[in-house]
């Protein structure tokens, strides 16, 4: 029987036309989860992440460094690339800046070379976090055998180590100051095997040449980056007690 004065041949198309018009609709639902599920992956969720697995107030600050350190970056080596930012409804700087705050969320519960990076890269696996990000952070860990081929991966192991170490030297500042720091007191301690001996030395001389980038360029241009969060590392000289002189 027709179908409101159609003929059969029309309730073919019309049906047709139906189906096709519910998989459109259907694709678009489904392409519209996929962005709301990107856009999930943002600065925010980034902390949330890092401070439900991380407790420990040095480590955040750590995370805090090397994010600063790969936002400047974002800005320097990263080139015309945008793609996988865009994909995910994040510019570079946001990108690069998220891998650098997350690298260790997961190292104050997995800390042996067994479990970190991999504990963590299980986690966001399980989380929906893309490809992009978590590659970066198991490539930040020589022992992975995950290789650095982007230069998002390359910035990312060349600012882990020496963001640590330019805040270990602002430490013992007198003024715990990251002002008081420059790229001739980083040198001079980097001689120093006594000194931050946690810190690996050949990482960070290979992270400025992976890069190719002069060291010393290199330590500047990231204890600038430094200084521009020197409040939230605590490393303004406030925390500093002064003692005002008697009169």
């Known amino acids: 029987m027709p179908i409101c004065g159609t003929s059969p041949v029309d309730v073919k198309v019309k049906m047709h036309e139906a189906a096709s018009c519910a998989g459109e609709n259907q694709n678009k639902a489904g392409r519209s989860r996929g962005r709301q599920a990107k856009s999930m992956i943002d600065r925010e969720s980034a902390w949330c992440l890092l401070t439900e697995f991380t407790q420990s107030e040095s480590l955040r600050k750590h995370a805090l460094a090397v994010e600063a350190c790969m936002r400047a970056c974002s800005h320097k080596f990263s080139g015309s690339e945008n793609s996988e930012a865009s994909a995910m ?30 504990k963590g890269n299980e986690i966001l696996k399980q989380r929906g976090w893309p490809d992009v990000i978590m590659r970066a952070i198991m490539s930040h860990a020589e022992y992975t055998g995950v290789t650095r081929d982007t230069p998002m991966e390359k910035a990312l192991f060349a600012c882990d180590e020496l963001a640590g170490f330019i805040t270990a030297v602002a430490l013992i500042k007198p003024g715990k100051s990251l002002a008081e720091v420059d790229t001739k007191s980083v040198r001079k301690r980097m001689k120093d095997k006594a000194f931050a001996r946690k810190v690996n030395r050949d990482d960070i001389i290979t992270g400025a040449a992976t890069l190719g980038v002069d060291l010393d360029e290199h330590i500047a241009f990231c204890i600038e980056a430094l200084q521009g969060i020197a409040d939230k590392l605590g490393l303004d000289g406030s925390a500093v007690v002064r003692v005002e002189p008697a009169l």
């Open 89 to 118: 409804g994040l510019s570079k700087e946001d990108l690069w800046g998220i891998v650098g705050l997350t690298h260790d969320f997961d190292y104050e519960k997995y800390p042996s070379l067994e479990d970190h990076p991999y």
